[in-house]
């Protein structure tokens, strides 16, 4: 154990266990496209991780363009129709 992790024990700080990281780890790499549709079943941690900050970024992205692509069809239909409450609902 590294000397960080042992002083963070001491100090009363609680401390996630390895066998919790793999399960968190294994869980991340099941919700990942990227990984999951691989063959092999040798993934790094690490690259779970670095891939599980690009899927969030590549979502967040996806995000603002339909919340953009909502906007610009918002502004072309009637502010009082049932198709543009529709819309604010989607975008707030």
Request: include cysteine.
């Amino acid at each position: 154990m590294s000397s960080r992790r042992s002083r963070q024990s001491s100090a009363g700080v609680s401390r996630i266990s390895d066998d919790q990281i793999i399960e968190l780890v294994s869980k991340l790499r099941q919700l990942l496209p990227e990984i999951r549709d691989r063959r092999s079943d040798k993934v790094s941690a690490s690259k779970v991780l670095q891939e599980t900050c690009n899927y969030i970024r590549s979502l967040h992205r996806e995000v603002d363009d339909l919340s953009e692509r909502l906007s610009q069809l918002l502004a072309t239909i009637d502010a009082d129709s049932a198709e543009a409450a529709i819309i604010r609902s989607l975008i707030m």
